[in-house]
């Protein structure tokens, strides 16, 4: 068994509601991937994640509950995304323009541009994105 303090966190969305939601989706198994900025990483001067690397899943008050581990990340366009990761991210989507639609809600939120430094940002068909793919290999529900 891993031990929480050897892993980085993988923090999802913004503490509250909606990472409380999409973390109950990853331990529910209906999630298995996620789509990031490529911006962001480079505004946080975060290393992208490598196939292999196990994260700690956290909640809103980061404290871990899961052990996920990095099974592909790749950076494409976002007019790339194809319709099998905008289904595999887990929340319903439909259709990749349901996706991107409430993908730039939340790219375009006052926090998110606050936190990329630039408070007009605007994410386009050219914009990089990250997207991991990922399995949840310990935590509740699994032996």
């Not at 891993?2 to 109950?24: C, M, S």
């Not at 975060?46 to 592909?72: F, N």
Request: without cysteine; hydrophobic residues 45%; glycine residues 10%.
């Amino acid at each position: 068994m891993t031990t929480f303090d050897d892993l980085p966190p993988f923090e999802l969305g913004f503490p509250g509601e909606q990472r409380d939601r999409l973390v109950a989706a990853v331990l529910s198994g209906a999630k298995t991937s996620t789509t990031g900025l490529l911006r962001w990483y480079e505004a946080m001067a975060e290393p992208l994640p490598e196939p292999g690397t196990r994260m700690a899943l956290v909640d809103s008050r980061e404290h871990p509950l899961a052990v996920l581990e990095m099974t592909e990340v790749r950076v494409l366009r976002l007019a790339e995304v194809e319709l099998r990761h905008a289904l595999d991210e887990g929340e319903g989507f439909a259709s990749v323009a349901e996706w991107r639609s409430a993908h730039e809600g939340f790219w375009h939120s006052g926090p998110l541009r606050a936190e990329l430094g630039d408070p007009g940002f605007t994410a386009d068909d050219d914009t990089l994105v990250v997207m991991e793919r990922f399995a949840l290999v310990e935590g509740p529900g699994l032996a």
